[in-house]
């Protein structure tokens, strides 16, 4: 599968020990993430990321596009909802386009570990189908 991975300045630290906790999950998997996020998550876990622009610079707009064509199957996005973002329209459009082609989203710790369970279970396999 193919997940996305993103985190708002505020909460790369969490992402980057969502990463470490979750790493043999993540491994079995293709990993794509915004510039920044993704070359952090590199540094700790030792993952093959591949790398979009970092979001303020167009990330977000790469990553929508991929969303668009389906070569995105989970996205986890952990946002900072408290600090206004110069790019906010991207990243909304992200939330949008992942409603309008049924792509599971978390925006939290919470969700984000919902998900990456459930993904190691087999729950996601449906995505394979709808492809």
Not at 3 to 31: E, T, V, W
Not at 50 to 79: C, M, P, T, W
Not at 102 to 122: C, F, H, M, W, Y
Request: some cysteine; proline content about 2%.
């Amino acid at each position: 599968m193919n997940i996305a991975l993103i985190a708002h300045d505020a909460k790369k630290r969490l992402m980057q020990n969502f990463c470490i906790a979750y790493r043999g999950i993540l491994s079995k998997n293709d990993l794509f993430a915004t510039g920044t996020t993704g070359r952090l998550i590199e540094e700790v876990t030792n993952l093959s990321v591949h790398k979009y622009l970092a979001g303020h610079l167009g990330g977000s707009q790469q990553l929508g596009a991929a969303i668009e064509h389906n070569e995105i199957d989970l996205v986890i996005f952990l946002r900072d909802p408290l600090t206004v973002k110069s790019h906010e329209p991207d990243i909304n459009n992200v939330m949008t386009l992942c409603d309008m082609h049924n792509i599971p989203v978390a925006t939290n710790l919470a969700s984000a570990e919902l998900l990456i369970k459930s993904l190691d279970r087999g729950d996601l396999e449906w995505r394979e189908m709808y492809k």
